[in-house]
């Protein structure tokens, strides 16, 4: 259950991730 939990926050925040690079990289900024 824990597992499970940790990984699905795992999942979303690097779908937030990838989102915020998305948007900075049409904006043109760019960070590593």
């Known amino acids: 259950m ?3 939990s940790i ?3 795992l999942s ?3 779908v ?3 989102t915020l690079n ?3 990289g ?3 900024y ?3």
């Open 30 to 32: 760019k960070r590593p």
């Open 2 to 4: 824990a597992r499970e």
């Open 16 to 18: 937030q991730r990838k």
């Open 7 to 9: 990984e699905e926050r």
């Open 26 to 28: 049409e904006q043109g």
């Open 12 to 14: 979303r925040i690097e």
């Open 22 to 24: 998305s948007r900075l």
